[in-house]
């Protein structure tokens, strides 16, 4: 029984925030908490898509048999297909594929993240934005002009982990997986907001000079940060490659996966996980609406509806930072032990000194 259009557009919906909330909340980790300006956050996001793109499906037909002699990206076609009949009717092997493809492409986000953490060793501010912005750029034109990782300009189907669902239940499945990884990022971020590492990120954000004073190593700090966030921003990439079993250069760029998630971001509160997904949620609505309802305003603008998504959205922006500058959902002060609990800490103590002494 086909879904209704009402249930199709909702999960589509939530398909969109749930990714794009995964993106923004790498770059909440970055930028929010540790104060990395990274404006190469593509680099990330599609370092993940074309790992999906271009390994598993490659690994999954050596495996299963499926070349024979077959080129991968000039003869996608017929090895895809071959390998999606196999993966209809198991479903153990597709979750395998799926989960295993989810951790190469995190492993893979990590060691660009690594790669990139070198200009952050030795740049700040307007420097180091321009040099991971161009990083992130160099992946993209190397995905778009090297046919041989991903199918350059014109990309390539890959195995679908959810084809052995069925019909239209299939972006119900993807959805929900999709869905559920966001729950596991954020729990996993709240973890590290409010734990010491935590505390000792927004420390360096906020005074370098004293939290090197306090002997924490600024170097390691960044480069662990972007790792971390260049790893969940390449889940987010490979999620929206399994979304629509397929990968091309051409669909990643800087406006759609560094901009946006930057809006997401400052919009929701920067340094507030559940403010770079309210934030998240916000924007993707807003742009499916104006995307769905921007043909009735036709006939009152004198341009072409197209603009009307930026024109919105934009003046959405400046208002918020023109009453909320520091987003919805500000960041929340550092959870600390009450007075009760420190005096009680301080009298253990005293007493176990005390003891020490008579002993």
Request: glycine letters at 10%; hydrophobic letters at 50%; a positive charge.
């Amino acid at each position: 029984m086909p879904l209704p259009i009402a249930a199709v557009f909702l999960i589509d919906l939530l398909a969109f925030i749930g990714i794009f909330a995964i993106i923004a909340l790498s770059l909440n980790l970055e930028f929010g908490y540790m104060g990395i300006p990274n404006f190469g956050k593509l680099l990330a996001v599609a370092g993940g898509a074309f790992f999906v793109g271009a390994i598993p499906g490659r690994i999954l037909a050596y495996t299963l048999g499926a070349m024979n002699g077959l080129d991968y990206i000039r003869d996608n076609l017929k090895i895809v297909s071959g390998l999606n009949q196999i993966l209809s009717s198991n479903p153990a092997l597709s979750i395998a594929y799926l989960i295993l493809s989810l951790i190469g492409a995190a492993l893979a986000g990590a060691i660009l993240g690594y790669i990139a953490s070198y200009p952050a060793i030795r740049l700040r501010e307007d420097y180091l934005t321009i040099t991971l912005l161009a990083m992130a750029e160099i992946l993209r034109t190397i995905g778009y002009n090297w046919p041989d990782l991903i199918g350059g300009t014109k990309g390539i189907p890959i195995p679908d982990p959810f084809r052995w669902v069925g019909g239209e239940l299939r972006i119900l499945a993807a959805t929900i997986t999709i869905l559920a990884t966001l729950g596991a990022v954020l729990a996993y971020m709240e973890l590290v907001s409010r734990s010491p590492l935590g505390r000792v990120l927004r420390a360096i954000r906020d005074n370098e000079l004293s939290a090197e004073t306090y002997g924490k190593d600024i170097v390691k700090f960044r480069m662990k940060t972007l790792m971390v966030g260049s790893a969940i921003a390449a889940i987010g990439g490979a999620l929206y490659t399994f979304w629509t079993a397929s990968v091309t250069a051409a669909g990643f760029h800087r406006v759609t996966h560094t901009f946006w998630p930057w809006v997401m971001v400052i919009v929701g509160g920067a340094a507030n996980n559940f403010g770079a997904l309210v934030g998240a949620g916000i924007f993707v609505t807003l742009r499916k609406i104006i995307s769905f309802y921007k043909s009735y305003f036709e006939p009152y603008v004198p341009f072409d509806v197209v603009w009307l998504e930026y024109l919105f959205l934009g003046l959405a922006l400046i208002i918020v930072l023109m009453y909320r500058p520091e987003g919805l959902i500000p960041e929340k002060p550092t959870r600390t032990l009450s007075p009760d609990r420190l005096q009680r800490i301080i009298s253990k103590i005293r007493g176990s000194g005390e003891a020490s002494k008579e002993g």
